[in-house]
Each structure stands twice: as C-alpha cells, then as structure tokens.
C-alpha cells in the first residue's frame, strides 16, 4: 500500500509518457507489485493453473527488452519488525502478538513463508527473469526501499512498483503502470513533486505519520488536503525536526484550531494519545513504534549498499539463454520450441541491433566516424527486404545474421537508421534500380509488340498486293519476255512424263500439235520444251509482264493453253487439277 491517499496527493504531477521512453534505460522492478497486479487481473481457477500471469509478465517483459532495457528484479526479504502488525492485518490473522514481539528491543523482522502459493509465483517469474537474461537481487526487507536505494546513487533509472513509499526511501523516478497495449507508463518524477507541490522527502515522510502507512496508523480524522497544508506550512526543512521534538500534538492543535473551540483541549489530548489507534483493530502504546522509530525506517532502510557484491553482481550484463527460455515456456505454458522463438527471437534481434546503434553513435561522439565494416561489432542485419508499415509506423523488413536461427523480423525504420544508415541507401538504389529494370522491360516489350504487329500488317499488306497481282494476271501473260527468259526458267516435268517415240512414229511427229510452248526468233529456233506444272512460280512476274508487253510488236508467240501455278502442292486448285489432268491424257495419247 505505501502511504495512505499518497497517490491521489501525487497526481497532479503524474505523467503518461510512451513506451520508447523506457529505450537503454536500467530499470528495477518491484517483482512481488507485478506479480499482485497480474494476479488481480487472472484471479479465476482456471487462469491460475494456465499461468496466465506468469504469460502477463512475459509478454511484459519481452516489450521491455526489445526496448534494450537493462531489468533488475528486486524481491522482498524479511518483514521489517515495524510492519509485522499491518502484516498480519493483511493477512485477517486476529492471533494477538506475542510479549518478545511487543517490546521493539527484542523485535526483529520477520522471515517470509517461502512455501506459500504466492512464494511460488516468486520463484516462478526468478526463473522465467533469469532465463531471459535478467538479473535477480533479493532485498534484505523492503523490495521498494532496495529499488529506491539503487536509484538514489545512480544505479538505475526508474523503478516500477505500486508502493508509493519508495519517495519516502529516496526514489527519484517512479513508474508506477505500464500497459502495453496503448504503449504507455506512468511516471512520476520527485523534481516534479518538489517543484509543484513544494514537498521534499521530509515532507513525505509527514504525511506518512499523518495520514498513516505501512509503519504508523495516522491521526485519526485528519484528512490528506489537511494535512498537506499543515505539512507545507512548517517546510520541508523543519518539519521532521518538528514531529521529532514534539510528536503529533501540533498536528491536533492546528486541527481543534480549525474546528473554532468546538473541542475542548482535554479532548485534544485524549486524542492525542489515540493517534495511533486502527479502526477497530488493537491498541498500540507510544513505546511501541514511536515516531523516530518511523522516521529512521524510512531514512535509513536495511538494504544492500550500493558497493556490495550482491548489488555489483546484478549490475552486469547476463546473457540470454536461448534453450533455456524454451524448456521454461515449455514447462509453464506448454509451448513447443517454435512458438517460444515467434515471441522472443524477434524482440532479441531488436535489442542487439539497438545496442548497436549505441555503439555507432558513441563511436561518433567521439568523431571516429568509422565506416560499417570497420565497427568492432558485426551489424547484426544482413539486408532490407522490403518496407512494411505496423500500426501506421515506418517499419523495414530485415533478415538477420547468426540470431538463433531467426531468419527475418519487423524492426522500426528510425532504429534501423540510426543503426546502419548504408542499409537504407543500398536497398533505396536497389529499388530504385529494380524500378528501372521493370520499365525498361515494359518498354522494351511494347516496342517488340508494336513492331511485331507492324510486321504483320505489312506481310498483310504484301499479301494483298500479290493476290492483286496474280488475281490481274492473263493466262497468256504468264509467258517469258524474251528468250533469255525462257532460257532462265524453262524446266522439265519427271521422267514419268517423258514420252518415248519410236522410229516410226518420226514422220507422223512432225502432224502432232506441240503440247509446250514454242518462242520462235528470227535467229534461234528453240525445239518444244515440256513445262513442270508442279514447279513454283516464276519470280519478278509483274516486270516479266511488263517486257512482254514492249517485245509482243517483235515477238511471235505460238498460244498455248498455260495452267496457273500455285505456290505449293498442297495449294493447287481444282482447274490446276483439270489442266493437269488434260496434259497427261494428251501426252499418253502421243505415248500410244
């Protein structure tokens, strides 16, 4: 509990600030305060036995490491002798205290008992803590006075806990909730509380024996503005010295002052002597816990110094056991090896490559602006993959070098900056590189299309001038020029078609009507030529027809029926077919 309405008296200086202000700090955490929050959350049967908590406190944890947070678990030690009243309060024991107890000579503190079910639940976060690399300090009494003790000399930054007494043990930074979904905690800083309420450390421990805590009881109607007036009018300076010399009666005189002499004054001395009565509970005598004795707990807790091995001991970096968190998940939760790496590689990754990007940044505090290669660490990040956006953050892609196996993970654009800048730039000018790549492709592309369908429009177009052309021709037209045109094209038809005449067929040769084409020139006679009707056809016929046409005048030309030739076999027409059919029939009857 701490100091009674503490909080509420501390909350205007109360502040919400994001989880990235947790980034390379040193933080100790209460453990047994965690441990009590995440089980009010999972009070149910069924959470306890799934551990539900004990999941809370990982998935806490694991936020706080990718953050590259040094942790410090501090846990409770024995019960200081002055709390053991409220102890056995808490826990409804109404068994009265023994004689030796109620002589604060003989008192000592209290051990805890270690077999409890929440002892348990202690011991099960040490493990999971110390699995992740965390390092464990079990405090000598209070766990908040021991956290407040390593803040107070520098050692950490902040300490969470829900006890608001650790300002009264000397804390100066204060986070007391952290909620994870939001991203948030929340602080208090004592150089707010001195600066906007005007209370130091001295005044805090004030308010504590007026308003009651763990170690007193309070004055019995006094309320908290009350007594934060009272308190801020003797100072901070004064006012312990005040309390030490004449106990709490000037805080029930400026409270009979206030009621305008409706109390008499035997009635504030009856008072008096029950400032430090509980509600109903037992009767505490004067001598019992007197209130120096309250202020020295609080000024002088029984801790760890800050030089001795327990604490130096915890103060050094402990390593993170990879098989080791995977047997505990394994145990506790009942996760395979696979699960257990999905939640924690990823966070490890991230805290490596945040300890590298102080390293670099040192480095350049110091001006030795050394290039990546030459850093004594090796960038934990092989490349950029691609860039991604996590709830509206800039975010990179990365596939990671010799980190338990993890392949790729998500890390923050600015981490990644900060950490190897060159990455950027190199896979910047690979993409754009990539870019100019696909349009050079798609130009390239739309170039071999547009040509392709040029070519095809001019075959088209080739095609259609041809048919015209052939479509034009004259059967007589298709003849040579001239005779060194017949000499050029003139080819024999298969020796099938050959006809074989005897003797005495040489007179009667000379009466039949020649099936061939004959050129007859005033100087060369040609003999009659069998055309191949299977043969392509002739090539340049346009400019054939055309000198056919200026030699007609001086040519002679013995008409003969001509077949149009097609271009291949599989080509031919059915009046190539009757042509040819002919041919034969009147070369078989010459054969005859």
């Given at each position: 509990m701490g100091v009674k309405n503490l909080w509420d008296v501390l909350d205007s200086c109360k502040k919400t600030l994001p989880l990235q202000h947790l980034r390379n700090k040193t933080i100790c955490i209460d453990l047994s305060c965690w441990m009590v929050q995440l089980q009010n959350v999972t009070k149910s049967h069924s959470c306890?036995?799934?551990?539900?908590?004990?999941?809370?406190?990982?998935?806490?944890?694991?936020?706080?490491?990718?953050?590259?947070?040094?942790?410090?678990?501090?846990?409770?030690?024995?019960?200081?002798?002055?709390?053991?009243?409220?102890?056995?309060?808490?826990?409804?024991?109404?068994?009265?205290?023994?004689?030796?107890?109620?002589?604060?000579?003989?008192?000592?503190?209290?051990?805890?008992?270690?077999?409890?079910?929440?002892?348990?639940?202690?011991?099960?976060?040490?493990?999971?803590?110390?699995?992740?690399g965390i390092a464990c300090l079990d405090g000598m009494e209070e766990a908040e006075a021991q956290c407040a003790l390593l803040n107070s000399e520098s050692l950490c930054d902040g300490c969470f806990t829900l006890d608001s007494d650790i300002f009264l043990f000397g804390a100066r930074t204060v986070y007391r909730d952290i909620c994870l979904g939001d991203g948030y905690v929340v602080c208090y800083e004592m150089s707010d509380i001195e600066r906007q309420l005007g209370f130091g450390r001295n005044s805090l421990i004030s308010l504590a024996l007026l308003l009651g805590s763990d170690y007193s009881h309070g004055v019995h109607g006094l309320g908290r503005e009350s007594a934060c007036q009272i308190v801020k009018s003797i100072g901070d300076n004064a006012v312990l010295q005040k309390i030490a010399s004449e106990g709490l009666s000037f805080a029930k005189k400026a409270k009979g002052s206030k009621k305008q002499g409706k109390n008499s004054k035997n009635n504030q001395d009856n008072s008096l002597n029950n400032e430090m009565n509980n509600n109903g509970g037992k009767h505490c005598s004067p001598e019992d816990f007197s209130v120096l004795e309250v202020i020295n707990a609080y000024l002088y807790p029984k801790c760890h110094s800050a030089d001795s091995n327990a604490v130096q001991r915890v103060l050094v970096q402990h390593p993170f056991q990879h098989v080791k968190v995977q047997q505990v998940c394994g145990q506790f939760f009942g996760w395979p090896p696979e699960k257990t790496d999905e939640y924690i590689l990823p966070k490890i990754a991230e805290r490596d490559l945040r300890r590298y990007a102080d390293l670099r940044s040192a480095s350049l505090q110091l001006r030795e602006k050394l290039p990546l290669h030459k850093l004594p660490p090796k960038c934990p990040v092989s490349r950029i993959i691609k860039q991604r956006k996590v709830q509206g953050k800039e975010c990179y892609e990365v596939s990671w070098e010799e980190q338990h196996g993890l392949k790729t993970s998500v890390v923050p654009a600015d981490l990644l900056e900060s950490a190897c800048p060159e990455k950027i730039v190199e896979f910047t000018e690979g993409k754009a590189q990539r870019k100019k790549q696909i349009r050079r492709k798609a130009r390239t592309k739309k170039q071999g299309e547009e040509s392709s369908s040029m070519a095809e429009i001019d075959q088209k177009l080739q095609n259609l001038l041809l048919d015209n052309e052939f479509g034009s021709n004259t059967i007589g037209s298709s003849l040579p020029a001239s005779k060194t045109d017949v000499l050029e094209n003139r080819t024999h038809i298969s020796s099938e078609f050959t006809p074989t005449i005897s003797n005495s067929d040489k007179e009667s040769e000379s009466h039949i009507e020649p099936a061939t084409s004959v050129v007859v020139d005033d100087d060369v006679k040609y003999?009659?030529?069998?055309?191949?009707?299977?043969?392509?056809?002739?090539?340049?016929?346009?400019?054939?027809l055309l000198l056919l046409k200026k030699q007609q005048e001086n040519v002679s030309i013995q008409s003969v029926d001509v077949v149009e030739l097609s271009d291949s076999e599989t080509e031919m027409s059915a009046e190539h077919h009757r042509k040819a059919r002919e041919l034969r029939l009147f070369l078989a009857s010459i054969k005859d």
């Amino acid at each position: 509990m701490g100091v009674k309405n503490l909080w509420d008296v501390l909350d205007s200086c109360k502040k919400t600030l994001p989880l990235q202000h947790l980034r390379n700090k040193t933080i100790c955490i209460d453990l047994s305060c965690w441990m009590v929050q995440l089980q009010n959350v999972t009070k149910s049967h069924s959470c306890l036995k799934e551990k539900v908590y004990l999941k809370g406190l990982f998935h806490r944890l694991r936020a706080l490491i990718a953050l590259n947070c040094t942790l410090i678990f501090v846990t409770d030690g024995s019960i200081p002798a002055i709390k053991i009243s409220t102890y056995r309060r808490r826990l409804n024991l109404t068994t009265e205290i023994d004689e030796n107890e109620t002589n604060s000579e003989k008192v000592c503190s209290l051990r805890r008992n270690m077999g409890s079910e929440f002892s348990c639940m202690i011991k099960e976060a040490k493990i999971l803590g110390m699995a992740l690399g965390i390092a464990c300090l079990d405090g000598m009494e209070e766990a908040e006075a021991q956290c407040a003790l390593l803040n107070s000399e520098s050692l950490c930054d902040g300490c969470f806990t829900l006890d608001s007494d650790i300002f009264l043990f000397g804390a100066r930074t204060v986070y007391r909730d952290i909620c994870l979904g939001d991203g948030y905690v929340v602080c208090y800083e004592m150089s707010d509380i001195e600066r906007q309420l005007g209370f130091g450390r001295n005044s805090l421990i004030s308010l504590a024996l007026l308003l009651g805590s763990d170690y007193s009881h309070g004055v019995h109607g006094l309320g908290r503005e009350s007594a934060c007036q009272i308190v801020k009018s003797i100072g901070d300076n004064a006012v312990l010295q005040k309390i030490a010399s004449e106990g709490l009666s000037f805080a029930k005189k400026a409270k009979g002052s206030k009621k305008q002499g409706k109390n008499s004054k035997n009635n504030q001395d009856n008072s008096l002597n029950n400032e430090m009565n509980n509600n109903g509970g037992k009767h505490c005598s004067p001598e019992d816990f007197s209130v120096l004795e309250v202020i020295n707990a609080y000024l002088y807790p029984k801790c760890h110094s800050a030089d001795s091995n327990a604490v130096q001991r915890v103060l050094v970096q402990h390593p993170f056991q990879h098989v080791k968190v995977q047997q505990v998940c394994g145990q506790f939760f009942g996760w395979p090896p696979e699960k257990t790496d999905e939640y924690i590689l990823p966070k490890i990754a991230e805290r490596d490559l945040r300890r590298y990007a102080d390293l670099r940044s040192a480095s350049l505090q110091l001006r030795e602006k050394l290039p990546l290669h030459k850093l004594p660490p090796k960038c934990p990040v092989s490349r950029i993959i691609k860039q991604r956006k996590v709830q509206g953050k800039e975010c990179y892609e990365v596939s990671w070098e010799e980190q338990h196996g993890l392949k790729t993970s998500v890390v923050p654009a600015d981490l990644l900056e900060s950490a190897c800048p060159e990455k950027i730039v190199e896979f910047t000018e690979g993409k754009a590189q990539r870019k100019k790549q696909i349009r050079r492709k798609a130009r390239t592309k739309k170039q071999g299309e547009e040509s392709s369908s040029m070519a095809e429009i001019d075959q088209k177009l080739q095609n259609l001038l041809l048919d015209n052309e052939f479509g034009s021709n004259t059967i007589g037209s298709s003849l040579p020029a001239s005779k060194t045109d017949v000499l050029e094209n003139r080819t024999h038809i298969s020796s099938e078609f050959t006809p074989t005449i005897s003797n005495s067929d040489k007179e009667s040769e000379s009466h039949i009507e020649p099936a061939t084409s004959v050129v007859v020139d005033d100087d060369v006679k040609y003999k009659n030529e069998i055309i191949d009707l299977l043969s392509p056809s002739p090539p340049r016929l346009q400019h054939r027809l055309l000198l056919l046409k200026k030699q007609q005048e001086n040519v002679s030309i013995q008409s003969v029926d001509v077949v149009e030739l097609s271009d291949s076999e599989t080509e031919m027409s059915a009046e190539h077919h009757r042509k040819a059919r002919e041919l034969r029939l009147f070369l078989a009857s010459i054969k005859d």
